[in-house]
T-cell receptor, first 116, second 115 residues
Framework: AQTVTQSQPEMSVQEAETVTLSCTYDTSENNYYLFWYKQPPSRQMILVIRQEAYKQQNATENRFSVNFQKAAKSFSLKISDSQLGDTAMYFCAFMKPRNTGNQFYFGTGTSLTVIP | DSGVTQTPKHLITATGQRVTLRCSPRSGDLSVYWYQQSLDQGLQFLIQYYNGEERAKGNILERFSAQQFPDLHSELNLSSLELGDSALYFC??????????????FGPGTRLLVL
């Protein structure tokens, strides 16, 4: 079974600063996809960023970027210029494509608080 | 707005009762996933359907069941409810194109409170 580990249950960052959330995963697969989802206090799950394992280039979405280290099975999320609206729970997710049905696995989440 | 809709938004019921949660996937998506999130907990995968057929099962209790209808909407049935079933239930949908990369899009969730 695949596992996704988020070792930081809680983090905080000053507004306008940069923070990095860590995620590691365990797989023997070569083809897979990785995601970060954000869950603000409203508890809506919002896709933040996606990374294809076959791509060497790290994905970026505005202030959000990832550091994807395939050999180390690491997929960290960097948030630059943190804003109060970034306060949320962040979930790392792994997706394994399968002809019989793609399978998704989620980490336990990191609660991020942006301090004004 | 993800395009995934869930009804009702909130549900309050008593122990021993049965409820049905409904989910409509994004237009064109064939796959539906159900997750349970208890307070301050991560996402627990319950079950997945693809084009009307059950595809994968996670930590779903026997008291829970689901189905996906020909119009692709899905329902999650929770019976003999217990206090511990109080949680936020998410539905997510994806294209369901097996073997290729796809993204899950989540609905707003249904908050279930069992008293």
């Amino acid at each position: 079974a695949q596992t996704v580990t988020q070792s930081q249950p809680e983090m905080s960052v000053q507004e306008a600063e940069t923070v990095t959330l860590s995620c590691t995963y365990d797989t023997s697969e070569n083809n897979y996809y990785l995601f970060w989802y954000k869950q603000p206090p409203s508890r809506q799950m919002i896709l933040v960023i996606r990374q294809e394992a076959y791509k060497q280039q790290n994905a970026t979405e505005n202030r959000f970027s990832v550091n994807f280290q395939k050999a180390a099975k690491s997929f960290s999320l960097k948030i630059s210029d943190s804003q109060l609206g970034d306060t949320a729970m962040y979930f790392c997710a792994f997706m394994k494509p399968r002809n019989t049905g793609n399978q998704f696995y989620f980490g336990t989440g990191t609660s991020l608080t942006v301090i004004p | 707005d993800s395009g995934v809709t869930q009804t009702p938004k909130h549900l309050i019921t008593a122990t021993g009762q049965r409820v049905t949660l409904r989910c409509s996937p994004r237009s064109g998506d064939l796959s539906v996933y159900w997750y349970q999130q208890s307070l301050d907990q991560g996402l627990q995968f319950l079950i997945q359907y693809y084009n009307g057929e059950e595809r994968a099962k996670g930590n779903i209790l026997e008291r829970f069941s689901a189905q996906q209808f020909p119009d692709l909407h899905s329902e999650l049935n929770l019976s003999s409810l217990e206090l511990g079933d109080s949680a936020l239930y998410f539905c997510a949908s994806s294209s369901g194109l097996a073997g290729v990369g796809e993204t899950q899009y989540f609905g707003p969730g249904t908050r279930l409170l069992v008293l």
